[in-house]
């Protein structure tokens, strides 16, 4: 039987892997329905010059595309980081039953999120479905250390958030 944190250390393993290859960055994705892994993926935007190929979108959309089905009712999906506005409402329209995450945007470099919204898990628990479950903070500090990028972490900026560099 495994457990949350052991499909988030496969997570982990996802987003070291985006991190060592070009065009991928340290965002790492798994699906796991019924005990079973489905999907890994990793933050592909570079690689794809596509700003949506976050690694919960490549990971919804490979794994759709695998089975040919427009859903994904009845999977987990793990991320290393808080999932964004675009990744968490994915999750709702795929049907998603569990979000499962460990950095929580309160604990990386300000760079991965625009303070300024919404926390955007919140929003989706509290406005969309209400048999979506979302558990944060799985691995928090080995997940956190993926994002801990010169500049500090999470800093509190009531300026315009930036897009994130290269
Ligand atoms: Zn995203």
């Not at 675009?86 to 995450?101: E, K, N, P, Q, T």
């Not at 760079?111 to 969309?128: G, K, L, W």
């Amino acid at each position: 039987m495994h457990t949350d944190e052991d499909w988030m250390k496969l997570a982990i393993a996802e987003a070291n892997m985006g991190l060592r290859e070009a065009g991928g960055a340290e965002v790492g994705c798994v699906i796991v329905k019924n005990g079973r892994i489905l999907q890994t993926s990793h933050n592909e935007v570079e690689l794809r010059n596509d700003p949506t190929a976050h690694a919960e979108m490549v990971g919804i959309r490979e794994l759709c595309a695998k089975f040919r089905i427009p859903h994904l009712k009845g999977c987990t999906l793990y991320c290393t980081l808080q999932p964004c506005g675009m990744c968490s409402l994915a999750c709702v329209w795929a049907g998603i039953s569990r979000i499962v995450y460990g950095a929580t945007r309160a604990h990386v470099n300000s760079v991965y999120f625009e303070t300024r919204h919404a926390d955007t898990a919140d929003f989706v628990r509290d406005c969309f479905r209400s048999d979506l479950e979302i558990r944060s903070g799985v691995l928090e500090m080995e997940c956190s250390s993926l994002y801990a990028k010169p500049g500090g972490v999470a800093e509190d900026k009531s300026t315009p958030a930036h897009q994130p560099t290269e």
